[in-house]
């Protein structure tokens, strides 16, 4: 089409425009006013199409006034100004001279895409900055080319009843061309749903020109060169609450701020449900307490917490929100798969789901199950195709998915979650809570050597048990899943948290399976374990004493879980300072072994392993290291030189050498052991580690503490590296390191190390753990030690007080600080100096 300069309308007003095209059939008169082409003659029909004048007017051109075609949605009641418009403007602003000519707001339904784009439009209409809005409705193609033939239409004069040739003609009028009068132009297009809509229907790139697209799609064709997209999130929590407190209008209290932080929460922060969270409680008159007991019903949906009459012209409820994007995600390749498998993702941790957990084998033959797949009779899922569907999610902006992150590769907005959840049966939220429990359980490590993969494995676990109806983790019995979590949480350090999550399992499973079930019997085993080692040995040795009795009632004297129960009583027995009462018990428990299971059976030669531990404790170390060498020899040739049980022998032996006056002999051997631990399980496994911390112990006692010290502080640096700061194995390598310092020489230095110490156990362990009053020793030691040894002798009576009421008056432990305290004390008085003075935290080994 050719544009020409020529004079139009009523006011002769020069203005650029297309010639108009006639079609001249048969004969008759005819002629074309209004700038058109005359024809003389006789012509039968004449079909002019006026493309360059508008009805009565010529074409619109910028006068000053700017022009608007489309409806611009209204500022929502209580609109918040938000760091993403900031962000808009910068990239939108100057068009294609200095920003760019095209942005894409993309993000999931009711994050506020189209009140941020709305917010803009009215900014910049009006000002200098835009002769002419268009705002169109882009849910499908045929509102896109309905608004541009109407746009064609008030602008070119195009006939609006023949869209298409009017859309064209609308976007001819946009591009630049040499000559033509300025006009800077913003298009919105508004809630685009699929990419494909907008094929030849994009605005051209124009340097006074802008582009603006909102969508729930990331697809790569919506962006482009100068077109990049923005991903727009939820309300910060600041935002949050600021438009609540504006909505609801509720007095400036801390009580109101409390709750209103606490609803927003509840709510992700997500503005659409917040807006009909507000109207919900002003239309009901409800209190913000009563509507968060609502939403956390599980009995009830999300619907149930909308308000009747929706605010600010909204068009959908919040679950409805998310309704389209769902479908259109399970028609997207691989057909089907998307909406089970947000279903999963609904039952996790909503800040980071490993993908491994969605592509696992329990999770792929839930989605064999459940999934809609097309054609009839395709083959199962694949690992592949649960990552695809996952893509397919991401696109609609369902989740985001990240694929080079394998910890918390996706996430899903909890009031997403909700609705999936809600979309399902009891009957079916049952089945899909037990397919993402062995999900999570076939991903689950044997050993944890990947920190954050296990925290996210625990998260992950955390959300299913609280989301999950109880019956569906506690049919026939306790799912494996809650166990290896709270075996995580005690081999993570954070034994007063395994200690909470067992008190929960145990009551559940009274609740659901009774209190003679194994699996409630086994949840009292797990509390009790880790109860002893939060540094309750004594309450622990009650508990197995009564776990021990139960077990020979229900499973009688015999059965191996009551074997297990009296192996771990004999435990907390040395532990809460009573190694000889251990040692008895464990001799009786070998012969028991013995009889029931052999003499070669692994769990025979464990209690001979811990047999020969608390002999030692008891004082009798000889006869320990004699029957460890025994034990090693039975170990190698039944399970393997190279077995974890035969290694681990080889370190307890290693040990009683050092404790028998050999300590070069034990880091002889222990210096063997590591080249081999190095060899099977690597350098961050925790027992290599262990070795290397108990050679720099032995090397330190054979006269090298520089070099110990040396050797520790290389190890806490790696420890640090494969496990937190806070893990015990962490802690104690800066127990011994501090020691190694202060027999190098630097008191000072081991004195502040050891009150850096205390302060971090008391934080983590509590003050009361058995390590924290260790160190609480260690430190008054190395304190007498730089000069204060009226010091030293005040905090050591202090401490006995401490462990006469936590441990006994006649414990071990208790007695040597006693012993130690008026050392320290005559050492005040007179220039006497005490024994050894270097209090040693009693060695724990392994429970199995």
């Known amino acids: ?74 500022p929502s009641s209580g609109f918040q100004a938000r760091a993403e418009a900031a962000q808009l403007r910068s990239l939108l602003d100057g068009g294609g001279d200095t920003g760019a000519t095209g942005l894409v707001l993309s993000g999931l339904g009711g994050v506020g895409k189209t009140q941020l784009a709305a917010e803009y439009a009215r900014t910049v209409f009006g000002s ?98 100068g077109r990049p997209r923005i991903d727009i999130g939820t309300f910060t929590a600041d935002e949050a609450t600021a438009y609540l407190s504006k909505a609801l209008g509720v007095p400036e209290t801390p009580v109101h701020a409390a709750q209103i932080a606490a609803l927003a929460r509840d709510l992700g922060y997500l503005p659409l449900a917040l807006s009909q969270a507000a109207a919900y409680l002003i239309d009901a008159g409800q209190g913000i307490p009563d509507y968060r007991a609502l939403l956390a019903d599980r009995t009830r949906t999300l619907d149930d917490a909308a308000p009747h009459a929706l605010p600010d012209e909204q068009k959908a409820k919040v679950a409805a929100a998310w309704s389209l994007s769902l479908e259109r995600a399970d028609r997207l390749p691989p057909v089907g798969l998307a909406r089970p498998i947000l279903c999963m993702a609904g039952m996790l941790d909503p800040n980071g789901i490993p993908q491994a957990v969605l592509t696992s084998a329990p999770a792929l033959e839930y989605l064999a199950l459940t999934g809609t797949r097309a054609p009839s009779g395709a083959a199962a899922p694949t690992a592949r ?38 979309s399902l049966t009891p009957e079916d939220r049952g089945g899909l809570a037990r397919a993402v429990a062995d999900a999570l359980m076939a991903v689950w490590p044997e050993s944890e050597l990947d920190t954050p993969m296990a925290q996210a ?198 040990h009683w050498r050092g404790e028998l006056g050999n300590p070069a ?22 027992n290599t580690l262990a070795v290397r911390h108990s050679l720099a112990r032995w090397r330190g006692e054979a006269g090298n503490a520089r070099e110990a010290a040396e050797a520790l502080t290389e190890l806490l640096a790696d420890q640090l590296r494969a496990q937190s700061p806070t893990h015990p194995s962490s802690l104690a390598v800066r127990h011994s390191l501090a020691r190694w310092r202060g027999e190098a020489g630097d008191a000072a230095g081991a004195a502040d190390a050891f009150a850096e110490l205390v302060s971090d156990r008391r934080r983590v362990q509590g003050p009361d753990h058995p390590d924290t009053l260790a160190a609480r020793h260690n430190l008054a030691f190395w304190r007498g030690e730089v000069g204060d040894a009226a010091g030293a ?35 005040a008085a007179s220039a006497g100096v005490p024994g050894d003075g270097h209090w040693r935290p009693r060695r724990r080994s392994k429970r199995r």
Request: aromatic share 4%.
């Open 1 to 74: 089409m050719a544009w020409k300069w020529r004079r139009a309308g009523a006011a002769g007003r020069w203005a650029w425009a297309p010639w108009r095209s006639v079609v001249i059939s048969d004969t008759g008169s005819a002629r074309a006013t209004h700038g058109g082409i005359a024809v003389s003659g006789y012509v039968h029909s004449l079909t002019v199409h006026a493309t360059n004048a508008r009805k009565g007017a010529g074409p619109w051109e910028p006068t000053g006034r700017p022009h608007k075609v489309g409806v611009v949605p209204r």
């Open 128 to 225: 200098p900055e835009v002769d002419l809005l268009v705002w169109v409705n882009a849910a499908d193609r045929g509102a896109v080319v309905d608004t541009y033939a109407r746009a064609g239409e008030e602008l070119c004069g195009a006939d609006r009843r023949e869209r298409e040739h009017a859309a064209e003609v609308f976007l001819e009028w946009l591009e630049e061309s040499p000559g033509r009068p300025r006009c800077r132009w913003l298009v919105v297009l508004d809630d685009v749903v699929d990419p494909g809509d907008l094929d030849g229907l994009w605005p051209p790139p124009h340097p006074r020109g802008r582009t603006l697209v909102t969508t729930r799609r990331r697809d790569a064709a919506l962006v482009g060169e």
């Open 385 to 422: 195709d649960a990552a695809l569907a996952l893509r397919a999610a991401h696109r609609l902006s369902l989740l985001d998915h990240t694929p080079d992150d394998p910890v918390r590769t996706v996430r899903v907005h909890q009031l997403v979650q909700r609705t999936a959840r809600d």
């Open 457 to 654: 494995l625990r998260a992950n676990t955390a959300v299913l048990a609280h989301v999950a109806e109880d019956a569906a983790l506690y049919s026939g019995g306790v799912h494996r899943v809650l166990h290896r979590a709270g075996r995580s949480l005690g081999e993570s350090g954070r034994f007063t948290a395994a200690v909470e999550h067992f008190h929960a399992v145990h009551d559940r499973a009274v609740q659901h399976l009774g209190v003679d079930h194994p699996d409630t019997l086994a949840a009292r085993n797990n509390l009790a374990s880790w109860t002893s080692e939060a540094g309750d040995a004594a309450g622990a040795a009650k508990a197995f004493a009564a776990l021990v009795s139960d077990r020979r009632r229900v499973q009688g004297a015999d059965h191996r879980d009551t074997l297990a129960a009296r192996h771990n009583l004999a435990h907390c027995k040395g532990l809460a300072g009573d190694p000889a009462g251990a040692a008895d018990a464990f001799a009786e428990l070998v012969s028991d072994r013995r009889r029931l299971q052999g003499p070669d059976h692994p769990d025979t030669l464990a209690a001979r392993h811990n047999l020969a531990r608390w002999q030692g404790e008891a004082g009798h170390a000889a006869k320990a290291a004699a029957a460890l060498a025994e034990l090693m020899a039975i170990q190698s040739r039944i399970q393997g030189a190279d077995h974890p049980n035969t290694r681990a022998v080889r370190h307890s032996l290693a």
């Open 665 to 686: 002999g034990a880091a002889e051997a222990l210096t063997a052991l590591r080249a081999d631990q190095l060899r099977i399980q690597g350098a961050d496994h925790p």
């Open 793 to 827: 002798a005040a905090a050591l009576a202090e401490l006995v007080s401490d462990r006469c009421r936590v441990q006994g008056p006649a414990h071990p432990d208790t007695l040597k600080t006693r012993q130690e305290a008026l050392a320290w004390a005559e050492r």
